[in-house]
């Protein structure tokens, strides 16, 4: 094998190995760059303001490695990782974001139909200052950058070069254990809640495949964490959530309830998650129907 070949493939373009050696070495250093500027601009101080500051970070350093793969390497749209113009169809939003609150929403409901969750009154101590209405708002500018960049990382550019390389199923698989994996870290984490995670990267890449829209699998990140913390006042990949008015606590198994990790890490939450694929399957089937009929 020549030093070429090793490189590049028979089409001229990098492998998909040093592909995603670059992006990383070009997020990395946005990143560095990013980091030294919070302090001195934003000099965050409270845990959500570090994370909310985390977050804008990786994302702004996300989508400057894109532009930089995309742009300078790969010679190619938006489009390629689901981030083109047509991709954010107001259809393909509003998918996501049914499927991803309904999806983990019903399972808890039945949960609480069966008592293995419960509410009780949060408590002058424990409840969040202020309104429902201004505690969602917030969670919702927390949560929109927060969803927009994990996606960006785990199911874009890394996501789009896996599939060319090595087919839609190998990058399903290796993204999604990857974003099971780096969610190990997280408060309560475990070997059932990793394998949860893990699960929920099939479900946002299988929304991703199915719609042909990154913004899709966005909305439906974004919708399942605002639901888990403003609709069920509770944690949210294991962090908790300080909420007013009412808190759920866990009354039940934890195989089913998701224990410390809430209730995405419940088997509720994995058979919500295999439901809603099944049903975006179907609806695509017959719409494919349809139009073939027609």
């Known amino acids: 094998m020549t030093a070429r070949a090793f490189f590049f493939g028979n089409d001229g373009r990098l492998r ?30 409270t845990y959500w303001q570090k994370q909310t500051v985390a977050f804008w970070s990786l994302l702004l350093a996300g989508l400057f490695a894109h532009q930089v793969m995309l ?52 408590g002058a101590s424990g409840g969040a200052v202020g309104t429902w209405l201004s505690y969602a708002a917030t969670l919702a500018l927390f949560f929109l950058p927060q ?15 896996a599939r060319e390389g090595m087919g839609w199923k190998g990058a399903l698989l290796l993204t999604s254990v990857i974003f099971g994996l780096l969610h190990y870290g997280n408060p309560g984490a475990d070997v059932q809640s990793t394998l949860l995670v893990t699960l929920a990267g099939v479900f946002l890449g299988g929304i991703l495949l199915l719609t042909d829209s990154l ?7 974004f919708a399942w964490n605002w639901s888990m913390a403003a609709v069920l006042h509770t944690a949210v990949s294991g962090l908790p959530t300080t909420a007013p008015g009412y808190r759920i606590v866990d009354s039940g198994p934890d195989w089913a309830t998701g224990g410390s990790w809430g209730p995405e890490g419940g088997v509720g939450a994995a058979l919500g998650m295999m439901a809603g694929l099944w049903a975006l399957m179907a609806w695509r089937r017959r719409g494919r129907t349809t139009v073939n009929e027609s």
């Open 147 to 161: 969803s927009l960049a994990e996606e960006v990382m785990a199911r874009g550019y890394l996501f789009a070069t």
């Open 16 to 45: 998909t190995p040093w592909k995603w050696v670059c992006f990383l070495f070009v997020l990395v250093v946005a990143m560095a760059v990013l980091s030294v500027v919070s302090v001195y601009l934003v000099r965050p101080t």
């Open 71 to 122: 742009r300078w390497v790969d010679r190619r749209p938006w489009s390629f990782v689901g981030l083109g113009r047509i991709q954010a169809t107001l259809p393909r939003l509003a998918v996501g974001l049914l499927l991803g609150s309904a999806c983990i929403l019903i399972p808890s409901g039945v949960l609480l139909l069966v008592r293995w969750l419960q509410t009780e009154p949060a």
């Open 215 to 221: 913004y899709a699998a966005w909305m439906a990140h």
